[in-house]
């Protein structure tokens, strides 16, 4: 953080809380607890992995993060995301 306050040292955090909640939650009618659960980790999931983002050069997060890294980590961007159980 650059000092206390700042309102630009949670930019990317405060975007992405603002794409859960209005392309997600408030959208979608969740009636219990469980089905939230499942459908933010749904919707973090297609986040992630499948939509792409103009300030990523219009890839995904996956593509740039795994693009990264060495060739012997690559064999991750093809397996399915993570799911935890509630």
């Not at 997600?24 to 973090?44: A, N």
């Not at 297609?46 to 995904?60: D, E, G, M, V």
Request: a positive charge; one cysteine or more; hydrophobic letters at 35%.
């Amino acid at each position: 953080m650059d000092g206390r306050g700042r309102c630009r040292d949670n930019a990317k955090m405060e975007r992405f809380w603002w794409a859960l909640k209005y392309e997600d939650i408030k959208i979608k009618d969740y009636v219990s607890l469980p089905q939230l659960r499942f459908g933010v980790q749904h919707d973090v999931n297609f986040y992630n992995a499948q939509r792409i983002h103009s300030a990523l050069q219009y890839k995904t997060p996956y593509e740039v993060y795994f693009g990264s890294c060495n060739s012997a980590t690559t064999g991750y961007i093809s397996s399915r995301p993570f799911t935890p159980i509630f």
